[in-house]
């Protein structure tokens, strides 16, 4: 990676915005997916801009999130007939490179740029942070870059506190501002010609950003183990498993949400799970009761199992049950042995196939004694 720092006649968002700007106007790019602040500012809404004069309102860095954007990405991508720049955080990028590899997304027409990102807010917390002038878009990175710590009194995503992924370091151009002491770092793949955008000079990356990420990243991670672990006591058993899924109404928002459920026709809505009257009478008569809706656990069951290997961890399925299901820490748990079985880290590189999809003979034994 070619590493430069960006000069900036204002902050750093105002940096990023003219270099989002000049991708447009050098010809790199015919138009660029950002994050947009919507007019209330107190949200933001992924936004597919041409016109370059229309960058004021572009605010990547904004610690808001209330969708993976990865998929909105991969329904871009299909007959995408000019170059278009996506600046996704780290776990968009990595759910990116999942839904290639399932071929569901295509690279060939991205320029794909990855942000630095110390964790979000859900949305209807944010909101009301900047209602109550909790929180200042424009300032967050200022306020977080030194030490990557929420300077707030909110709570942030819980897919956030245990994210050790502070850097989308497989994309293209990686725009880097942890630990960079208010500058703003561009590093780029070698063979990306970034000779028609102002304001670059050459730099090398600063031990204060290398020994941040480092802290960061070890944090979390021993945040994530803590939480996995502590969850995996609690849920022992089928019976507490249900106990935890008790309030789940199967409205299937967490399919929705997930970046990586692309399935046209999921097996949850069809037939097989669609019951009729006859066949509840039928249930009933044979337990004596049945719960409704029915099969909750075996709907969240089998969504681990058809999709667990690729999951990211970005926490929207968590975002969007309206029941505060710990689904995203549900996932995590159950997900996390198969990953480590067959050393799959999600979205780590595009030439690592997912497991599930290829085929080896005496795969699991190779496994179980250490040759993989």
């Not at 990855?114 to 424009?138: E, I, L, S």
């Not at 498993?241 to 299937?252: D, F, G, N, P, S």
């Not at 549900?330 to 997900?335: A, H, N, V």
Request: with cysteine.
């Amino acid at each position: 990676m070619k590493s430069y720092t960006l000069k900036a006649s204002g902050d750093t968002l105002s940096a990023v915005q003219e270099f989002l700007k000049s991708l447009i106007t050098s010809g790199a790019v015919s138009a660029v997916l950002v994050p947009q602040e919507v007019a209330a500012k107190t949200n933001v809404a992924p936004t597919l801009i041409r016109d370059p004069e229309m960058f004021g309102s572009a605010n990547p860095f904004a610690p808001v999130s209330g969708l993976n954007v990865a998929r909105l990405v991969a329904n871009l991508s299909r007959n995408l007939p000019e170059k278009v720049a996506v600046v996704l955080r780290s776990c968009e990028v990595r759910a990116l490179i999942e839904l290639v590899k399932l071929q569901q997304a295509k690279l060939e027409n991205l320029l794909v740029i990855g942000v630095d990102c110390a964790g979000t807010f859900a949305a209807k917390d944010y909101a009301q942070m900047v209602q109550q002038n909790k929180v200042d878009a424009k300032k967050w990175v200022s306020q977080v870059a030194a030490d990557g710590n929420n300077p707030t009194d909110v709570d942030l995503r819980r897919a956030c506190t245990v994210c050790s992924y502070p850097e989308a370091s497989q994309a293209d151009i990686v725009l880097g501002w942890l630990g960079m002491a208010g500058t703003l770092l561009v590093s780029a793949k070698d063979d990306l010609d970034l000779s028609g955008v102002a304001g670059l000079e050459a730099a090398s990356v600063p031990d204060t950003r290398v020994k941040l990420l480092e802290k960061i990243s070890s944090e979390k991670a021993q945040a994530k183990e803590k939480a996995v672990a502590e969850f995996k006591n609690s849920v022992g058993s089928m019976e507490k498993l249900a106990e935890v899924l008790a309030t789940c109404i199967k409205c299937q928002n967490c399919r929705q949400a997930c970046p990586i459920c692309f399935c046209r026709e999921c097996v949850s809505a069809g037939p097989i799970f669609d019951h009729t009257g006859d066949k509840y009478m039928e249930y009933a008569k044979r337990k004596g009761a049945i719960e409704l809706p029915t099969d909750t656990t075996l709907f969240h069951l089998t969504r681990v199992n058809h999709m667990g290997l690729s999951c990211v961890g970005c926490g929207q399925c968590e975002n969007a049950c309206p029941m505060d299901i710990p689904v995203g820490l549900l996932f995590q748990t159950l997900s996390e042995p198969n990953q480590k079985r067959f050393d799959y880290e999600p979205g780590r590189s595009l030439e690592e196939p997912i497991p599930i999809t290829v085929y080896k003979e005496h795969e699991l034994e190779e496994l179980n004694t250490g040759k993989h």
